[in-house]
């Protein structure tokens, strides 16, 4: 019988799956893999990042971006640790990943000894599939049942391997299941799809919230609300599904999101739930009935009473909704909702024309906007970074768009775009962060570097904690811990072998954009930023009288009228 090293045996699984890429630093506990890596490596590239956190938000931002497995791999103890935010940031997002851990080795665990940390253990909560490997033998398997279970359940598989475990011979006679693996898409049924139908026809005032889960339905959702005259809102983690300029869009709703969204959400008499499972419950107007399309039947219900629920892939739904209903032609509420959208894209144009001193954010987002090519992949970090994004990227269903939607952790833009460059080497990426932001992870600009990996990365220097500073003052909170020391990032650039560029007025920034459009290596763009605020697109009564507080707590500590967002901009958004 055929013999071969269980670590070779486990790679050539990963093969198979199609893993042509994985995450990580090398160290003692994971050696055994590193060196099976090595020699598959014509097949699976090893991306070697400075910071276990990185390779696990890459491959978490990998996995949103393909919707493929992605692998990330760090040694056992303070390297797992590491790996952890961004694994949360797999799970919560819902990414196929696989991480692979490694342990001491396997005579001496229980021993208290070096670096042993239970990551079974530490690991239960993030994952969907959680294995300590102690045989050999059963490694191929497991990897091979580890990757189905994320695929399966959209989330992160956790592989626990002592570094003796992999340098084992084995039977060579595993068969990897990915030739046979398929998931299943729920299919809409005939009954549910016209009782879906008759209650959009009742309607008067129906609104359409689409997620992520229509993300393979770009056309279908598109033929929907236009056959239907719906106006629409997408989620942050499904920003240009439909494009941004739709005559029907109305952008984004919560926090992020816009005032006509809100005022949609709020006066309409049917709301209709596509692909997603939207957190923020206060922004959802639980009055009024609701029709859900999700293919995770836990799912429905979860955020707001469902009328009718059609537990089915959102292109097999949204396929037979358009083939069977009447074509609306007109529609008041729509109507009605496409001028609120008119004055609100006024307000946001008038918005970039603010006095200002240094670069205006929102002017440097809608600047990118326009310049971007139709394929651009952008990768959008934490902070006022995502409230600008929202507000001036305009998304196309063309381009591609990733957010740490639901763990929200700052530091996740260069990783998206080390994922997305490694995806589709041919496309041009744009991420954009804060300082914060990028301070947590600016290690591995060099990592881009060192792998070929053009890209145009903007970071928005202001010297401080900016979303941080305008949550405080909306809390009616004064500002304290916010202040950050300034670094010359396109020195730091420059030091790691990229292209940094420092830019300080509005056309110095537009001037470097288009020099750098198609870079042909790393571009870091530091651009020192007007402190602007990133407003809610509704001001809500408990943030108006928040900001109220805190001008009246800082007068009374400093004698003097303190820096506010301008009024007219807080009095339309409140009003």
């Known amino acids: ?100 851990l490694g342990q001491i080795q396997s005579h001496l665990l229980n021993t208290g000894f070096f670096q042993e940390v239970n990551t079974p253990t530490l690991f239960e909560d993030v994952a969907v599939y959680n294995k300590l490997v102690t045989n050999p033998a059963t490694l191929p398997n497991v990897m091979d049942e580890a990757i189905r279970m994320a695929y399966t359940h959209k989330g992160v598989a956790v592989l626990t391997i002592p570094d003796d475990v992999p340098d084992h011979k084995i039977a060579d006679t595993f068969v990897p299941t990915a030739g046979q693996f398929q998931l299943e898409q729920p299919q809409a049924r005939i009954q549910d799809v016209d009782r879906a139908l008759a209650m959009i026809k009742k309607a008067k005032n129906p609104v359409a919230l689409i997620g992520k889960g229509a993300e393979n339905a770009q056309l279908e959702a598109k033929e929907f609300v236009e056959r239907y005259a719906i106006p629409f809102i997408q989620t942050m983690p499904a920003k240009g599904t439909i494009a941004d300029d739709h005559p029907n869009a109305l952008g984004q709703i919560g926090k992020l999101g816009t005032k006509p969204a809100y005022e949609a959400m709020f006066n309409a008499d049917l709301l209709i739930l596509i692909g997603t499972d939207y957190p923020y419950a206060p922004y959802i107007n639980h009055k009024i009935p609701a029709i ?54 006024a307000w946001m ?26 394929d651009v992949v952008w990768s959008i970090d934490v902070g006022t970074a995502t409230s600008f994004g929202a507000r001036f990227i305009t998304a196309k269903p ?54 070929d990996l053009p890209m145009v990365l903007v970071v928005l220097n202001n010297q401080m904690l900016a979303f941080i500073e305008y949550e405080q003052q909306s809390a009616g909170q004064q500002n304290y811990g916010i202040d950050l020391a300034d670094i010359d990032y396109a020195k730091f650039a420059e030091a790691c072998g990229g292209i940094g560029v420092n830019v300080k007025t509005d056309a110095e920034f537009k001037a470097a954009m288009e020099q750098y459009q198609n870079p042909t290596k790393p571009v870091l763009i530091n651009a020192a930023v007007y402190d602007e605020a990133p407003l809610p697109g509704k001001i809500v009564m408990d943030e108006a009288k928040g900001y109220m507080k805190f001008g009246f707590e800082y007068f009374k500590d400093k004698f003097q009228i303190p820096k506010m967002p301008p009024l007219k901009e807080i009095m339309r958004q409140f009003l």
């Open 1 to 100: 019988m055929t013999k071969i090293n269980a670590a070779d045996k486990m790679v050539q699984v990963m093969e198979a799956w199609g893993i042509d890429n994985v995450y990580g630093l090398p160290g003692d506990s994971v050696d055994t893999t590193i060196e099976a890596l090595y020699r598959e490596r014509a097949k699976i590239k090893f991306t070697q990042v400075r910071h276990e956190e990185v390779a696990a938000l890459a491959a978490a931002a990998y996995g949103k971006l393909t919707g493929r497995v992605s692998v990330c791999l760090s040694i056992g103890g303070p390297g797992a640790i590491h790996l952890l935010n961004g694994l949360y940031d797999a799970k919560m997002d819902h990414a196929p990943v696989v991480a692979i």
């Open 292 to 345: 859900q399309i999700d293919a995770d039947a836990s799912h429905i219900g979860h955020r707001h009473n469902v009328d009718l629920a059609l537990v089915a892939d959102s292109k097999s739904a949204l396929t037979l909704l358009n083939a069977r209903g009447e074509v609306v032609a007109q529609r008041a509420f729509l109507e009605a909702c496409q001028q609120n959208m008119r004055i609100w894209r």
């Open 349 to 374: 144009s008038d918005v970039q024309s603010k006095k200002h001193t240094g670069v205006l954010p929102s002017k440097l987002f809608s600047t990118m906007s326009q310049m971007a090519p139709e």
């Open 398 to 451: 063309t381009q591609k768009y990733t957010i740490s939607a639901w763990l929200g952790t700052m530091g996740c833009a260069l990783p998206g775009a080390i994922a997305a460059k490694s995806a589709w080497p041919n496309r041009p990426v744009y991420a954009i962060c804060g300082d914060g932001a990028f301070a947590m992870v600016m290690q591995d600009f060099v990592t881009a570097v060192k792998y």
